[in-house]
């Protein structure tokens, strides 16, 4: 059964940093895509990055590129997300999801599996 554990949310002031870390079990994802998403209340939920597991390719949102950066660790099968330079409109539910990495996806209804979230509140 596939399993995706969020952790390393918080409290933080604009400005600052955070970093959050997906924690994969369930089958080996090297052929998968690791997204994270935010929902904020009253929004949709929302792309904010992706890493392919095997090529370590990565995408991000116009929003959060050259603040967020992913990175993988296989030993650990951990998708971590370093959120530097955090602003008050980053506040969220954060989550991590994953699907098959045949094709690049952004859009939440395109990813298989996900956590359960982690908030994220930056104060201004």
């Known amino acids: 059964q596939v399993q995706l554990v969020e952790s390393g949310g918080g409290l933080v002031q604009a400005g600052g940093s955070l970093r959050l870390s997906c924690a994969a079990s369930?089958?080996?994802?090297?052929?998968?895509?690791m997204g994270w998403f935010r929902q904020a209340p009253g929004e949709e939920r929302k792309f904010v990055a992706a890493i392919n597991w095997n090529s370590g390719l990565t995408g991000y949102a116009d929003s959060v590129k050259g603040r967020f950066t992913l990175s993988r660790d296989n030993a650990k099968n951990t998708v971590y997300l370093q959120m530097n330079s955090l602003k008050p409109e980053d506040t969220a539910v954060y989550y991590c999801a994953a699907k098959h990495a045949y094709s690049y996806a952004e859009a939440p209804d395109e990813y298989d599996y996900w956590g359960q979230g982690t908030q994220v509140t930056v104060s201004s």
């Open positions: 369930g089958r080996t994802f090297s052929s998968y895509l």
